[in-house]
């Protein structure tokens, strides 16, 4: 049985393991050599075969009559209404998601799920956007644990859903640790500002790394809000839009199926060229006058191809949004006068040239500058969210994650002194708690008496422990746990994990539990909002 790292990805997921040797190894999908990104792409034939990966790919490019999906994770968090702009038939993000991960984890019909080939999952932790961690009323995080747990019946398996940035750190710590210890040397101890640029989002955290494999979460942030017009997909999609209409004369429709095919054309370039890209960009960036060089073509792909100047007109919207993000830590460091000790830049787009320079830039820093982490190569940069995540799951590092939002409720009870009606106003989460202070319920000190066999509650809440307490009722009165004319109770809550928060209904005598998770709700206080240090904006 195995403890398992997914890095579930909006273009790309990798699934990683530890090898013999104790050290953790990405997943070749299908084995023995097939490749170790897995493209989150699935296709739907006829006769109800499913592929995934570089499978469905092809399948989709061979013939456009299949049905197929992609970017289907960062469609998770929409609602449901939206489900039919991208999805046909029954299908939704939600059922595409499941199947993806049922035919990749587990499914006993295909040799190249990770189960035929490994046996049994013991632990599971799936990396997730920050955003997914940071919005306690985003619905992604929510979804994805209950299909992994309820139709994919991995309840016991899933240990957590981790931020991937957080996840990267933990790899850092660990890798950290391991040299020192090689090198009977002290480790990096300090401040690491890890970037996380990849398909759908650009993420963010600042962590406190210990000597011994601790991980703390100082800050995080990110612009995972924007969905998939933030970091690699939508480059992507501009850079195909720009060759084909400069050929074309007329840009392509999103439905069109065109445009994912030469996306995913684009992509394959895009990665098999890296380094040849790299280095003409270095010179061509160094450049005091470039305009000799601007209408350079700098890719070509399918008969198509875009230049140096093409290429930075389509990064620009990325750019601006790593300015915003970055700025924000910038603030948040002079606020706690603190500063970045190291700085380390993962995922498969933050290998881009660009996005490093735009990072740089951001942070007013050199590319020469120490604080740059340059022992890592670009294999295990790209890896380290996976990594991070199986490190996790083996137990060999824990992140220390704090909840930053102050919970509680208001209630109507029976004074058991007066026997009259009064309304209660009961905190129940500190903002600001260690995740393992709230594995257990928080419950309020003092028992309660009930008016009926069924309560009704005020859900509130303070975002990032400041400002006002946003307030909404539960939607249905909740039926309590055990019901008798003497029972006393005792509310609460708890977070798992994965910083999905659960309000905790107990009987005191008998110890009945109802339990009520409070995602859906929470996403119903703020619909079609984000939070932004601290202020809800649209």
């Not at 995972?224 to 004369?249: C, M, P």
Request: aromatic residues 10%.
């Amino acid at each position: 049985m195995s403890n398992i790292g997914l890095d579930f990805g909006t273009t790309n997921s990798i699934i990683s393991y530890l090898n013999s040797n104790g050290e953790p190894e990405a997943y070749s999908c299908p084995p023995p050599d097939g490749s170790k990104y897995i493209p989150s792409f699935i296709a739907y034939h006829d006769d109800n075969y499913i592929e995934i990966g570089n499978a469905a790919c092809n399948a989709g490019t061979q013939d456009p009559q299949v049905e197929t999906y992609c970017h289907f994770k960062m469609r998770l968090p929409l609602d449901s209404s939206e489900f039919s702009q991208y999805f046909s038939c029954d299908r939704t993000p939600i059922s595409v998601t499941t199947d993806y991960l049922q035919e990749l984890l587990i499914s006993v019909d295909n040799s190249y799920s990770f189960r035929s080939q490994k046996g049994e999952i013991k632990t599971l932790v799936v990396s997730v956007p920050e955003i997914w961690q940071r919005d306690i009323y985003n619905l992604g995080r929510e979804r994805l644990q209950t299909l992994i747990k309820q139709e994919l019946g991995l309840e016991k398996q899933l240990l957590q859903l981790v931020s991937e940035p957080v996840a990267a750190a933990a790899y850092y710590a660990w890798m950290n640790q391991r040299s020192a210890d090689q090198q009977n040397s002290q480790p990096f101890q300090g401040n690491l500002l890890v970037c996380d640029m990849g398909g759908g989002t650009f993420d963010v955290s600042l962590c406190r790394i210990y000597g011994d494999h601790k991980v703390e979460v100082l800050y995080f942030d990110g612009q995972g809000d924007k969905g998939l017009e933030s970091a690699g997909v939508a480059f992507d999609r501009r850079i195909v839009q720009q060759a084909y209409s400069k050929k074309q004369g007329q840009f392509l429709k999103e439905s069109d199926s065109k445009l994912m095919s030469l996306m995913g054309d684009f992509e394959r370039v895009k990665i098999n060229t890296h380094d040849r890209v790299t280095k003409l960009f270095i010179n061509y960036l160094n450049l005091e006058d470039k305009q000799d060089k601007i209408a350079n073509e700098v890719y070509k792909f399918s008969g198509y191809s875009v230049t140096f100047g093409e290429v930075e007109e389509a990064f620009q919207p990325i750019k601006q949004g790593i300015e915003t993000i970055l700025n924000r830590v910038q603030s948040y460091l002079k606020q706690q006068d603190i500063k970045i000790d190291k700085l380390f830049m993962v995922g498969g787009f933050c290998q881009f040239i660009l996005v490093q320079r735009a990072i740089m830039d951001a942070l007013k820093i050199d590319k020469n500058d120490p604080r740059i982490d340059r022992s890592f190569n670009i294999t295990n940069s790209a890896y380290a969210i996976s990594y991070g995540a199986c490190l996790i799951a083996n137990g060999l590092v824990n992140p220390i994650e704090k909840y930053v939002h102050t919970v509680g409720v208001i209630l109507e009870t029976i004074n058991t002194q007066t026997h009259e009606l009064e309304k209660l106003d009961i905190s129940l989460i500190k903002g600001g708690s260690n995740l393992e202070d709230l594995a257990q319920p928080n419950f309020y000190s003092q028992p309660l008496t009930p008016i009926d066999h069924k309560i009704s509650i005020t859900l509130w809440l303070q975002l990032l422990s400041k400002g006002k307490k946003h307030q909404h009722p539960l939607p249905d009165m909740i039926e309590l746990p055990y019901c008798s004319p003497d029972a006393k109770y005792r509310i609460g809550m708890k977070v798992d994990r994965s910083q999905i928060a659960y309000l905790v209904l107990e009987e005191l005598g008998s110890g009945n539990r109802l339990e009520y998770p409070l995602g859906n709700v929470v996403s119903e206080m703020f619909p079609g909002h984000v939070l932004i240090d601290g202020i809800i904006s649209e």
